[in-house]
Structure formats: C-alpha cells, structure tokens
C-alpha cells in the first residue's frame, strides 16, 4: 500500500472541446511520480501538478533507450461513474517489460493504487461523449546521470493521462495497409513481446513510408523467415479466413500479448467461433484472398479498439478485404468490448474494475 503524497494545481487548466479530442492530444492537471534508487527501493509517491520533468543531459534514457510504457483507458458510464478494463493485465505486462529491460518491478497492487488515484484526482477530466476516454499512460525511465551501458541505479515511474477520441479521425473505417517486406519490428529473442519505448522507435520508418505512399499503416512480417504475419503497425492482427479467425502465436516472444488482442481471443472461444493462435504467412492470405476465403482483417489495440483493414497491398497488388467494410466478427468483437468498457453491457467476463 503506497502512502501517496497529493499536491493539488493551482492553476487547472481549460478543457478542450471533448468533441475534436484525437488521440494524445491534451494532458490533464496532475501526473503520478514515483522515485526509484538501489537504497530506498521505490520510494516518495506522489500526485503534482502536470508539468515539465527536469532530468540531467546525461541520463540513460536519454541515450541507451531504458524505458517503458503501458497504454490503458478509464471509461465513464452512463450513471456518471468510471471504470477501467483489465487493469491487471496491463500491470502484469509492465512488471514482464521491466524484467526485459532490466529495470525494477513494482508491486501490482501498488500500480493499480497509483492509476486509481491520479484517475480519482482528475475525474473531472473523464470525458463523458461517445467513443471517448481517459488514456492513462503509465512509463519508466532510467534516470542516472551516467554514459556507461549498463542498467541504471535510479529510476522514474510516471503516469500521465489524456482524454482522447478515436486513435483514428475516421473512427472505425476500414484502413489500408502496406506490407512491408524490407524492414522489421522485431526478431526472436528481442523486446518484440515487451512494451518497450525502443521498439515503437524502430517501427517509425515503416510507419513513415506507408503514409507516404498513402496507407495508414504497415503489416510487419517476421525478421527470420520474412514471411510470418507479425503485427499491424502498433497493434496484434487478426485474419478471419474460412470462418476460422487466425491471430499469429505469441509463443515465439515477438508477439505484444495485446490486452484486446486476449480479449477478442476469450470473447470468440465463448461464443463457439473457431479461433486459431498459430503461425500464419503472408502467402496464406494472399492466397486466400485468391481464392476468395479471406473473409476480414483487422487490427486489435486499446487505443484504437479494433481497426478493420480493408485493403492490403504488397508487391504490387492490391488487395481489397471485405469489400473495404467492416466484417460481421470485428463488429461483433468491436460492439462486445467497447459496450462492456462503458458500461453498456453486463461485464459477463469479470473485466472491469470500478473506480466510483
Ligand atoms: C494501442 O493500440 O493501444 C497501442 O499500443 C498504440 C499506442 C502506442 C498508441
């Protein structure tokens, strides 16, 4: 149990017109900091005022790219309360990125505190319109002043929060995707699995050329065999080909064990549709795609929820999925999660937690 320390703003800040919010755009009044150093452990939780964080030059994250994220929501309900989704899936992970990137865990009950009290302290900030929430952005970051490569000593937790709309400006449409065969996210053995900062920077260049030639995203294949479907610019992916949905395996740790990617996984086991965690080629889709079994894609992530993909194009064809529409089982998946994060469905699966 943390003993948290709040210092409120004396200056809160004017919301923004929760109608344009897009996606990490504004910031709230307050932040969670916690400290962390070889001799006193994680130490001094505190709320302050949202502001500027002043780290020395030198500081490790600064230069060998010691940091960690995680991404999750507080929803608010139709009764005025709030509440977030699988809290302790997205700690879970952070404490697994921490051991990969050698950084120190932090108590789980100690972080969902800490995310339940920065949320509580600015409720006010949980937007109430359809489609938005309060993205709660947790990270670490390695704090010593020091050049040597090796893990730091000293450590910052923070939390930031955001209210957002959709990660997207056209909400749920269909978005198209450019495989990319050159460049990858990540190997086995690598930080594929984890949410480290260090990835999402190796994964902008894909990002860049897509856009360039007029796609919102790339399809990362594997880096052995360059022929694995990896994921879909910063989300897992599903394909459903046949009938039978297909999401690649996170056996081979290169795979985000992605919160909604588990729960679309759970969701479609109960209602009795096949579902496969399996390898999966490029060459697999593309030739269903030929042969006209390739029923919808799309991509799963907190922030953006589900993403249908309703154009693939690779090395030279065009691939058009679905119609360019959105699939019968991503609206399913899409209606049953999003109904169950604000409130709108029983939470038949013990996924939400409540703040008030
Ligand atoms: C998500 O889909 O929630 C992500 O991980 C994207 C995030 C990095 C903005």
Known sequence: MLNIRVEKTTAPKVKPDYKKLGFGNYFTDHMFLMDYSVEAGWHDPRIVPYGPIALDPSAMVFHYAQ???????????????????????????????????????????????????????????????????LYIRPFIIATDAHLGVHPSHTYLFAIILSPVGSYYEAGINPVKIYVEREYVRCVKGGTGRV?????????????????????????????????????????????????????????DGNILPG??????????????IPVEERKLSIDEVIAANENGTLDEAFGTGTAAVISPIGELFDEGKHMIINNNEIGPIAQRLYDAITGMQWGKKPDDMGWIEKID
């Open 67 to 133: 940091e960690l994220f995680e991404g999750m929501k507080a929803y608010r309900r139709a009764d005025g309360g709030v509440q977030l989704f699988r809290p302790w899936k997205n700690i879970e992970r952070m404490n697994n990125t921490c051991d990969r990137l050698c950084v120190p865990e932090i108590p789980a009950e100690d972080v969902l505190q800490a995310i339940k009290a920065v949320v509580q302290t600015d409720e006010d900030w949980v937007p109430y319109d359809e489609g938005t929430s």
């Open 195 to 251: 949410k480290a900062g260090g990835n999402y920077a190796a994964s902008l260049i894909g990002q860049k050329r897509a856009e360039e030639m007029g796609y919102a995203q790339v399809l990362w294949l594997d880096g052995i065999y360059r022929k694995y479907i990896d994921e879909v610019g910063a989300m897992n992916v599903f394909f459903v080909i046949d009938g039978t949905v297909v999401t690649p395996e996170l056996t």
């Open 259 to 272: 919160v909604t990617r588990a729960s679309c996984v759970e969701l479609l086991q109960k209602w009795g």
